[in-house]
């Protein structure tokens, strides 16, 4: 069965001032995120990843839209909307943050930039949060500006990224830690580049406050990176399952819990601060979460994998107990690899199938 196919384009479909620059390096296939085209495929789903776990990309991420909150009552807005305790948050900080809604149910899993204790950026993967958050914005009175930003966001991930960006930003870059940002003056504008990235190979997001620019820095990294065998690039299917980095849409929706995805550690539940979903994740900890998610190899033969297979249901002899998803062909344990997302505890491997972990991410793992 094939999985290619055409997205026809449309006023509802969005190109961004990089799609040109995808097109000339090769682009086979897209995805949609926030009504905006955002690049799956360039040369295959295999070759794509051994050039990234071994040199160095430029991705259009520009599908991320990022809305700007800031006022005076901001902090105690972002407070309220979001799980993790913001009471000591730090300018120059990025923050992984799960959003939920009055159930407890996902809404999102955003980062958040600290500019200032009154001013944030907040980061989107697929989810249309805008009209949310000016909805709390406004109801609870916190009065705060609430806007969706023109800000353009590109990536440059690989472990030869920070040769790059030291090449390209100078020396300094090779300081900033992981889920921290500074501010830089590109062509006399400012832009933000953060330690972050949806990879594990090590990365910058750049984020062009003045799209004015996005072209010219474009064509500069790729003249900075030849060096550095560069290729224009995007998030690859198979190196976020081998590292365990999951996807709203697919291992997450709004019925899920940030428990039952393993981001219980972003949750502050015993703090004083209220926060939207807070009674009903306090009242589900008490029960006990019934999900779980796994990543999972599986025993059957195949060849080199070219098919992607998603939200798979999972018997076990006659009863469901879960869904499969992101399964995709892994050359690390030349197997396929995903996730189960079960609502009974596993206590025994099946036989199509092994656990080989728990997915779980601690505050180390992630800001």
Excluded at 22 to 40: C, D, F, S, W
Excluded at 104 to 118: H, S
Excluded at 199 to 224: F, T, V
Aim: charged share 25%; net charge neutral; glycine share 6%.
């Amino acid at each position: 069965m094939s999985n290619d196919f055409l997205i026809s384009t449309s006023n509802r479909i969005k190109r961004t001032p990089f799609t040109s620059r995808n097109e000339i390096a090769g682009v086979k296939k897209y995805t949609v995120y926030n009504n905006i085209l955002l690049p799956t495929i360039f040369k295959s789903l295999k070759e794509d990843y051994y050039h990234l776990m071994e040199n160095v990309q430029l991705w259009d991420v520009c599908a991320q839209r990022i809305i700007e909150v800031k006022g005076n009552k901001s902090l105690s807005l972002m407070q309220y909307l979001f799980c993790r305790d913001f009471s000591n948050i730090s300018s120059g900080k990025v923050y992984y943050a799960p959003i939920v809604n009055f159930e407890g149910g996902l809404l999102n899993d955003p980062v958040v930039f600290c500019l200032a204790n009154n001013h944030f950026l907040i980061s989107l993967s697929d989810s249309d949060l805008f009209n949310w958050v000016s909805a709390i914005n406004n109801s609870k009175e916190f009065y705060s500006e609430v806007k969706e930003t023109d800000v353009l966001t590109i990536a440059i991930q690989g472990p030869k990224s920070e040769k790059l960006a030291k090449k390209l930003f100078g020396a300094e870059i090779k300081t900033l830690k992981y889920f921290n940002f500074t501010k830089l003056l590109f062509n006399k504008e400012e832009i933000i580049i953060s330690k972050t990235g949806y990879s594990k190979q090590s990365g910058y997001e750049i984020l062009l406050i003045n799209p004015n620019n996005a072209i010219m820095l474009w064509d500069l990294i790729m003249e900075k990176g030849k060096e550095f065998n560069i290729r224009v690039g995007c998030p690859n299917m198979i190196e976020r399952v081998e590292n365990n980095l999951l996807s709203y849409g697919n291992e997450m929706t709004n019925k899920d819990m940030p428990f039952d995805c393993g981001l219980g550690n972003f949750c502050d539940l015993e703090t004083d601060n209220d926060f939207i979903g807070k009674s009903a994740l306090l009242k589900q900890k008490q029960i006990g979460f019934e999900k779980d998610i796994y990543k999972i190899i599986f025993n059957f033969e195949s060849d080199d994998g070219s098919v992607f297979f998603n939200n798979l249901p999972v018997f076990k002899k006659d009863t469901e107990i879960g869904k499969v998803t992101s399964v995709v062909w892994s050359p690390k344990y030349s197997k396929y690899l995903g996730f189960l997302i079960t609502s009974k505890c596993i206590k025994n491997n099946l036989d199509d199938y092994h656990i080989l972990d728990r997915v779980k991410f601690d505050l180390s793992d992630i800001c």
